[in-house]
């Protein structure tokens, strides 16, 4: 079934509307209709996915960092407030699961529509500013060893952490206010944006925050990358005194580079390209199929959205200080191998065997 397109709200009804507001008729087209009833499938699916897994991973990652991995050095500091953030993320998707299941359907109050809305958004930066944090302290690490090693420690970690939170919290703040919820045929949509009369003026802020907290560090990772990889190039002859790597923090720089990429080029790059495609062609008033083929690719990239919580312990298993070994340590079928190999019993000699044995040591004259 098509939905009359409202062009500001992620939960649009089956049904079609008969009435506009005036700040939608100004705005849009209102005979073009949106088909969406794919996403009544791939939302609840999708994120059920996120939720399962996510909730593993993240459980062991925490667990790994709390128990395992003290005291912290300060890539961990950064990667356990990336695991905090991915479960605080994860924690809040069953409330949109049933949402999407229900048709748009929100029985949970606009307070906490709005907060789940806020979790979305502060997961989605405070992931990327602390995958640029590990991916700076890195490329000190591999550019700066020494410097690194002498003035870089995990409580500054810990400050640049809470700048961080401070930093996303603050600039969202807005969404809160701009996030509401709404009824109509008898249900209560919990808006992804706004109400329909602040639409332009959410878009001139979303697009604010998406330079300062998408666009900005993006350009600061690629060129933290450009570096290393030439510094990881370089022929280590070449290579001063005492800044020699080994063969693990290569190996482990390179798997960084690739995690962090690919976690931008499936989750982070795709849905702020189409969210900005989705919020320009809505102010040109586009084509009515122009509009629906970008809605569609603007839907299936909020799932994709949040695979970072999924993929984000990947980087923890591959580039993490000795996260991998630690983890492989405190498995229960390892401590129960382990344990095995020490529980084969010593076979001690019996007298006979001892009686030979001095025999043939010392023979008689």
């Not at 506009?20 to 009833?37: H, K, L, Y």
């Not at 970072?308 to 129960?336: C, E, M, Q, T």
Request: glycine residues 4%; positive net charge; hydrophobic residues 45%.
């Amino acid at each position: 079934m098509n939905t009359l397109f409202n062009g500001h709200h992620e939960g649009n009804r089956s049904a079609p509307f008969t009435t506009m507001s005036p700040g939608i008729a100004e705005a849009v087209n209102n005979t073009c209709r949106f088909d969406e009833e794919f996403k009544y499938i791939l939302l609840p699916v999708s994120y059920g996915l996120v939720c399962v897994f996510g909730l593993l991973f993240n459980a062991v990652a925490l667990w790994m960092f709390l128990t395992k991995m003290r005291p912290w050095n300060t890539s961990t500091v950064y990667m356990f407030h990336l695991a905090l953030s991915d479960m605080l993320y994860v924690l809040s998707l069953p409330t949109l699961i049933h949402y999407y299941a229900n048709r748009s359907h929100w029985p949970f109050g606009v307070a906490l529509c709005k907060f789940v809305r806020f979790l979305f958004y502060a997961n989605l930066y405070c992931s990327i500013l602390f995958l640029t944090c590990i991916s700076v302290h890195r490329y000190l690490a591999i550019c700066h060893p020494i410097r690194t090693v002498t003035t870089v420690k995990p409580r500054h970690a810990h400050v640049v952490c809470g700048l961080v939170w401070a930093t996303v919290g603050a600039c969202l703040v807005p969404n809160l206010v701009f996030v509401t919820t709404s009824e109509r045929d008898g249900y209560t949509l919990c808006h992804d944006t706004t109400r329909p009369e602040d639409f332009e003026q959410y878009v001139s802020y979303s697009w604010a925050v998406m330079v300062l907290l998408f666009g900005i560090p993006f350009l600061v990772i690629m060129a933290c990358y450009c570096l290393m990889a030439r510094a990881l190039c370089r022929p280590r002859g070449g290579l001063a005194s005492g800044q020699e790597r080994a063969p693990s923090a290569h190996r482990k720089s390179v798997m960084l580079i690739v995690v962090v990429l690919v976690v931008f080029a499936v989750s982070f790059v795709p849905f702020h390209i189409t969210r900005t495609l989705y919020y320009a062609y809505r102010a040109l008033e586009a084509d009515c199929a122009v509009l629906n083929i970008i809605n569609f690719a603007y839907k299936i990239t909020r799932p994709l959205a949040s695979i970072n919580s999924v993929i984000d312990p990947i980087l923890y298993f591959l580039a993490g200080d000795h996260y991998r070994s630690k983890l492989l340590k405190a498995l229960p079928w390892r401590k129960h191998n382990t344990a095995t190999a020490y529980a084969v019993p010593l076979q001690l000699p019996n007298s006979r065997e001892m009686g030979l044995a001095n025999n043939k040591q010392h023979p008689k004259a």
